[in-house]
Structures are given as C-alpha cells and as structure tokens.
C-alpha cells in the first residue's frame, strides 16, 4: 500500500485512531484530518513511532464547513486512492454552525457529501479507488422536510439515526454517479464502542476500538472487495440496506445535500 494515497476524517476518535492505526499498517501515505491541530499533530508523532510509516502528515479543518473543506481539496496536489469519511458529531442541545446549518447534519451528512464531491477528481482513473463511509446499524427516522429539526424537538439521538440513514443512502447515490469514474463507494457500520460519540447519546460500548475499526478497514483495503459499490457491510460482512430500496427518497436527499 506504500504508494497509496488516503484521507481519514474524525481521525482521533476513539474508532479514527484505530482505523489511523491500521492504515498507517498498511504503508499507505496517510493525511489525518480533524478540528484540533494539537491532537492530529501528537497522533501523527505517535502513528510514525509506533507503526514506522513516516508518510503520515495532517490538516485541521472544520468539517461542517464547505469553505473549509475546498480550501483544503484545493491545496491537495496528488492522486487519492481511498477516503475514509468518519467524521460525526453528537451534541446534546441543538447547535448551529457559522452558517446556520444544524452541527450533526452539517458533519455527519454534508461533510461526507462535499468531501466526496471536492476529492472524487482526485480518484479517477486509480487502480482500486475507495470512498468508505462509516455509518451505523443505529441508523432511521430521517425526515426530509425536517433534516435540520427546525420543526421537530431536538433529540440528539434521533438526529444521529437520521444523519446515519443519510450516510447510508448517500453511498448509493454517490456510487451511482461515480460508477463511470471508477471509484466505488462503500458504507460500514464500526462497532459498538465506549467513545465521546456514543458516551453523548447515552451509550457506551463492548467492543474495543480495534474491533470497532475491523469493518472500516476491511471495506478501506480488503483485495476481495475492489470493484463493489453501493454496499452497506456490518461485521465485514455485507448486509441488505433497507434505506436504499426507495430511489426517489435517496434521489430527493441528494438533491438536497447538493443544495447546500
């Protein structure tokens, strides 16, 4: 994987650090994407020392910020074999970006949605190029007409389902759209892990942030895989995705997203 190219967003989570880990494993020359410039910078030291791939660097970035986001594809300047969206967010009262987007959908949902649509050029014409979304089983309840819970009561755990099932149909559009690029897209479910993420929806977790990262990562680099779009996998495994039956609804969320 030495001279692979990939973008891992949420890149210091609990299951970021673990899939960061496995990539830089893997040889691949590793961008580490994330809001706190320190945290990223300590995680890149640690990643070189302890996996001995030194072609690990870094950029802070907002991703609910679609400025942020193509400022940053604009200085990108190599080809992208693999973009791993993990990024999310999970805030207990409603909150807004600068923008005045709702922070879960605008992370969860538009952050994959223009990292996607800023780095696809970058993946054309790769040998094996990936998009893996990392969604959840925990996914449903997504209201179009309400994506930003103007009209429901906020509730942080229904706003993450919705933004899950979102993550869930996007990967179908999107795989759609870039078939003839060559790029697929995949979606996968983490793993129940004790994390911030999950601590703020009134959970915590069994599985160890390894376990966590193996369907990640598995969909990210496994040989068996290349050339499969527009799965949804759980446990390595892939696994029907009722969320992507009804064309119009995925249709109609796409043009949305597109909107922002």
Known sequence: MQNRTAILTGAYGAIGKAIAEGLAK?????????????????????????????????HALDLSRKLEIESFA????????????????????RTETPEGIELQFATNVLGYFWMIGCFYPFMTERKDARIVNVASYWAGDLDLDDLEFTRRKYNN????????????????????????KNIALLAAHPGDVNSKLSNNLGYGGWESPEQGAATPLYCATDP??????????????????????DKEIVKRLFEICDSY
């Open 26 to 58: 893997q040889k691949f020359q590793l961008m580490l994407v994330g809001r706190n410039a320190k945290i990223l910078e300590n995680l890149t030291a640690e990643l070189k020392k302890s996996t001995g791939n030194s072609l690990i660097s870094y």
């Open 224 to 245: 068996s895989l290349k050339g499969i779009t527009g799965k949804y996998f759980e446990n390595k495994t892939q696994t029907p995705c009722r969320f992507s039956q």
């Open 74 to 93: 604009h200085q990108w300047n190599k080809p992208l074999d693999l973009l791993v969206n993990n990024a999310a967010t999970t805030p207990r009262a």
């Open 157 to 180: 755990d229904a706003a993450y389902r919705q933004t899950k099932q979102a993550n869930r149909m996007l990967t179908v559009a999107f795989a759609e759209k870039l078939a003839d």
